[in-house]
């Protein structure tokens, strides 16, 4: 995958891999959706959630089968992939699959994990820590480019707010953008409210749409949406994933107030 700098970055998909009809039927949707807009459309979703809250909560199929949907996403559906790493090992594993790979918001740190990422010279999109200021990004943007590698996304998704609430402060998508990289944000995780449900993440889907257009406000070069066809079904971050209904509608405005905000320059 290439990045194409004059277009829009939408990268979508479920929380988690549910099952593979269910993953294809998604991918192919938001491929269809996108069409209608100079978009680049990265599909996501994770072969393994290693950070639910409670030990019982559904992790996903895992590394070797999530891989296996992964691929079949990639070649039936024809649309670029990403997923989570969450160790070092996992990276031979995963690169000849993913076209983008993502450094989970609590891993934004661990320098072996980004270094390993580096080194496979695909994109890497690195998600800001819950408790890291937008300015220290600087230094893990720093740790991907050392080992060559300036293919980076750096994506918002809130700061912690006391506890079980987070809280997205606008004025990092502006400081994030003055490193020379692409800044998404993700409007979906950043309304969690983590732990904050009896052992269960919740959150506020119904600012999903405002969050989205405040971003696009502040100048983003792409959206982060975790998307479902039936949230309140969904096996993990039902109370923040996108209605799959709603992504047309949130791209329209989107692309609307893109050209506003270029017509005021």
Do not use: W
Not at 98 to 113: G, K, N, Y
Not at 236 to 262: A, E, M, Q, W, Y
């Amino acid at each position: 995958m290439r990045y194409q700098k004059e277009k829009f970055i939408l990268i979508a998909g479920p929380c988690v891999i549910e099952n593979r009809r269910h993953t294809l039927e998604i991918a192919k949707r938001l491929k269809d959706i996108t069409a209608a807009y100079p978009v680049q459309f990265v599909f996501k979703a994770s072969f393994d959630k290693a950070n639910r809250t409670a030990l019982s909560s559904y992790r996903g199929p895992g590394l070797t089968k999530g891989l296996e949907i992964l691929e079949e996403v990639r070649t039936k559906v024809g649309v670029s992939i990403l997923s989570d790493v969450h160790e070092t090992r996992q990276i031979d594993l995963v690169k000849d699959v993913l076209d983008v790979i993502q450094i989970p918001a609590f891993l934004s740190r661990q320098t072996d994990l980004l270094l390993a990422a580096a080194q496979t010279k695909k994109i890497i999109n690195i998600k800001k820590s819950q408790m890291m200021a937008p300015g220290d990004l600087k230094y893990v943007t720093e740790k991907v480019a050392s080992r060559g590698n300036k293919k980076i996304f750096l994506t918002e998704r809130g700061t912690s707010f006391g506890y079980n609430n987070l809280v997205v402060d606008f004025r990092s998508l502006l400081v994030m953008k003055t490193f020379g990289y692409p800044v998404i944000f993700d409007a979906t995780h950043s309304l969690q409210r983590p732990s904050g449900s009896s052992g269960m993440t919740g959150g506020d889907r119904q600012f999903i749409e405002q969050f989205a257009f405040a971003g696009v406000a502040c100048g983003i070069d792409g959206l982060f949406l975790e998307v479902h066809p039936r949230p309140d079904r969904a096996l993990s971050d039902s109370t923040t994933s996108c209605p799959l209904s709603k992504v047309d509608g949130i791209l329209n405005t989107t692309f609307k107030l893109r050209k506003v905000l270029h017509e005021k320059k």
